[in-house]
């Protein structure tokens, strides 16, 4: 038998999983890494703990699989994009700590390009509006606060990039990274050239990366990668695709209508599409697929299940307690708390702005909020709220495709809220449509291995490969009186946010100061 390995490269939690040819999941390994908030506003991890924690990853997947790695017919790598890893051209870090996507230092060139109608104009070219968490805006920071950085000869990668030099010593991005930098333009699918004349970034083009395709062999398991993760020296690696394009195929989203809705750290809403039409309201970014030809409409929350584990870290230790003590899953726990509360969590509503907001709108400076409280509300009215506050700002992105007539024909939905019944149900019935859940709920991983046995030859289409990968688990439909009911408490959930619109700036100003 033969078998690929998968690396998903998330922002908190980094997983490794081997398939058999037939799709089957034979092990899988999963080990946490922490985010660094050096200071507010900024967020780093360290690319060397990155790495080690990767190593150590595959090896414990490799073991608890019981295969020989010489049986590994190709490894897939996908991960967290909007990340800035500064390397030089010999493999050394330029900068000891690469910036990630949770990072919104640049919010005041953000704010800077907004009133020079800079924003409009980057718009019309990337079809990306414009973000803290993008590389564009890492780099232009960079320039004009560590400008001695940048003028070392090196290569900007983003996070699986880095991981895929480090096992095969190739320096390359591929399309689906690039199209969300801030520095491509997806009709013509290339680094722009009048990005980097209009934001002065000219000097440094060459540390813009060779892009290739995610279906694509980038190169081979070297030997010192061999040494510190098991692999064997000579396994193919593909080029691979950033997250969100990779869970997308994944869950099976390829054909244009269908909709990937993934719920992880953030929230992700990637509607498919064989014409990257832009959006003059710049509501939605372009984003190009792990699929040729195709590309995804994307409106990206900043906040989803991270808001759900922020407070499980902070308030459940009695529930982590017990599932230690159990010897189960700490989540399984929290969802039947939830379930003791009703719909609309007795009055509570929940903001998922735990750091600021850039979809459906642009504000750094939303803070998250819990509504509603009174003497009677529980720890499971909160944990509901959470659960439900995460389901409207879906509702808040996904309609934002609806209000511009597009066609929205199934949602397939991932990430970690596809493996909790009660926050499915709380999606279907706020969406007040059905929500599709694969059975292969780590579909980044998946849309790794979909496009490693394309570049290893296995199959000659993704499509192909799509068919034989995924399938779907369950499907939940909507309770139309829930339905009516979420439609009036989604309304509320906007009113409150627009009446705090002004206040959130007057309020970060007032903080900072401190």
């Known amino acids: 038998m033969s078998y690929f390995l998968g690396v998903d490269l998330g922002t908190m939690l980094i997983k490794a999983a081997i398939f058999d040819v037939n799709a089957n999941l034979i092990s899988l390994s999963s080990r946490e890494i922490n985010v660094e908030f050096p200071k507010p506003g900024w967020a780093e991890q360290d690319p060397n703990i990155l790495w080690k924690t990767t190593c150590d990853v595959i090896k414990n997947c490799l073991r608890k699989s ?40 640049s919010q005041d060139i953000l704010s ?3 009133q020079r109608g800079l924003v409009d104009v980057l718009y019309e070219i990337t079809g990306w ?6 590389q564009l805006l890492h780099l232009i920071w960079l320039k004009r606060n560590e400008s001695e950085t940048l003028k070392k000869e090196g290569i900007f990668l983003s996070c699986k990039d880095y991981i895929r030099y480090k096992l095969t010593g190739e320096l390359c991005t591929d399309i689906t990274e690039a199209s969300v930098s801030g520095l491509f333009n997806p009709i013509k699918k290339s680094w722009s050239e009048e990005v980097l004349q209009l934001t002065n970034l000219t000097d440094i083009s060459n540390i813009l990366p060779e892009i290739r395709n995610p279906w694509e062999l980038a190169g081979e398991v070297n030997i010192q990668a061999s040494k510190e993760t098991g692999l064997r020296v000579g396994t193919p690696v593909a080029v691979g695709a950033g997250d969100i394009c990779s869970s997308a195929l994944g869950a099976g989203a390829v054909k244009p209508g269908q909709l990937c809705m993934i719920i992880g750290t953030a ?5 498919v599409t064989d014409t990257p039409v832009m959006d003059h309201a710049k509501s939605y970014s372009i984003v190009c697929h792990a699929v040729p030809d195709v590309w995804l409409l994307g409106s990206f929350q900043m906040t989803a299940g991270a808001s759900l584990r922020w407070f499980k870290d902070e308030f459940c230790y009695e529930e982590i307690v017990k599932a230690k003590r159990l010897r189960s899953d700490v989540y399984k726990l929290i969802d039947k708390k939830a379930e003791q509360s009703p719909l609309g969590a007795k009055g509570v509503i929940f903001h998922p702005y735990l750091k600021g907001e ?6 750094p400076a939303a803070k998250g909020l819990l509504f509603g409280l009174s003497l009677e509300t529980k720890k499971e009215d909160i944990l509901r709220a959470i659960l439900e506050g ?13 209000n511009r ?13 596809a493996n909790s019944h009660i926050w499915c149900q709380i999606l279907t019935d ?30 000659r289409h993704i499509s192909e490969a799509t068919k034989k990968f995924v399938k779907i688990e369950r499907i939940f439909s909507p309770n139309l009186d829930n339905v009516k009911k979420y439609s009036k408490l989604f309304s509320m959930y906007r009113k409150l946010y627009k009446l705090l619109w002004d206040f959130y700036e007057e309020y970060d100003s007032v903080i900072s100061l401190q």
Request: charge should be positive; proline fraction near 3%.
């Open 112 to 114: 800077e390009y907004s």
């Open 129 to 134: 509006r414009l973000i803290p968490s993008m």
């Open 66 to 105: 019981g295969i020989s790695s010489s049986e590994i017919l190709g490894v897939g790598l996908t991960g967290q994009m909007h990340c800035t890893f500064l390397i030089d051209n010999k493999g050394h870090l330029l900068r000891n700590k690469a910036i990630i996507w949770l990072d919104s230092r």
């Open 358 to 363: 850039r979809s459906p709108f642009v504000k």
């Open 430 to 459: 706020v969406l007040g449509m059905c929500v599709l859940v694969p059975k292969i709920k780590d579909s980044g991983i998946l849309g790794s291995i979909i496009e490693t046995s394309v570049a290893t030859g296995l199959y």
């Open 267 to 271: 929230g992700i809403y990637e509607l």
């Open 405 to 417: 007539g597009i066609n929205i024909t199934e949602i397939r939905l991932t990430g970690g809220a």
């Open 390 to 402: 995460v389901a409207y700002a879906a509702k808040d992105n996904i309609d934002v495709f609806k």
